[in-house]
């Protein structure tokens, strides 16, 4: 059975910093592209940032910068440093496991950014 929990979600004022987690089980992790993926309210989901099973990664350019994915391949986890927090950063995050066809969901974490 494959799970991808979220971790480390909450409420932070602008110009903040977040460290989100996930973590990973029933999956060969290393072999995965691990991505972060957000859902602003009233809008459909978009890709944060993503991290290839080599080490390359990807960003949105609305994050570029500010945002930073890593994984932990002895951990089974994949993490999104977020700093320089803005409002329009509030979303719900989910994590996103890929390998070919065969793709995954975590179930969320919400992020709020507001003072």
């Known amino acids: 059975q494959v799970q991808l929990v979220e971790s480390g979600g909450g409420l932070v004022q602008p110009g903040g910093s977040l460290r989100l987690s996930c973590a990973a089980s029933?999956?060969?992790?290393?072999?995965?592209?691990m991505s972060w993926y957000r859902q602003p309210p009233g809008k459909e989901r978009e890709l944060v940032a993503k991290v290839t099973s080599g080490g390359n990664t990807n960003y949105a350019d609305s994050v570029m910068g500010r945002f930073t994915i890593s994984r932990d391949n002895a951990k089974n986890t994949v993490y999104l440093q977020m700093n320089s927090l803005k409002p329009e950063d509030t979303a719900v995050y989910y994590c996103n496991a890929l390998l070919g066809l065969r793709g995954y969901w975590g179930q969320g974490t919400q992020v709020t950014v507001s003072s």
């Open positions: 029933g999956i060969i992790f290393s072999r995965y592209v």
